[in-house]
């Protein structure tokens, strides 16, 4: 017998938990959730969206935030304003660590690099400057830092 690790095993080890949200359309020059911390902080290592449906040919940025649910801390730049107008269908945007500009991959594939960013329980947010159609599916990989913490899609 073989005990050597396969498939999701090796990919739980590399990268953490995945937690997918569905495709949904982007807020409307508002604040939306889009995955729920619980139970403690979390190691974020990957957090990457996927243009679904094209978005609007309309100047609107995106902003990736954490805001916590516990304690006196404030929301958090995981992602500053980044355009995402005329985005097609495929094109990929992740949070950057330091809360730098979130990214855009469809022009730097196989770039994408862990976060690493402690996130406290609470919410993590997508913001955007403008009301444009568009759908975006979000995809997270997450490390339990306390005991208990968990991540579900918002």
Known sequence: MSSMLKGKDV???RLGIPVSRATATIPQTATGNIFTV???RIMLV????EVT???QNQACTLAIGSAPTVGTGSTTALGT???IINAPVGTHFAAAPG????TDLATQAGVLKGTDFVVPAGSITITTS???TG???WDLYYVPYDIGASVAAA
């Open 11 to 13: 990919s739980l080890l």
């Open 38 to 40: 619980s139970g403690g």
């Open 53 to 55: 449906t094209a978005i």
């Open 135 to 137: 759908s975006v599916k």
């Open 46 to 49: 990957y957090l990457v969206g």
């Open 81 to 83: 304003a980044s355009s």
């Open 99 to 102: 809360g730098a500009t979130a």
């Open 130 to 132: 403008a009301s444009n």
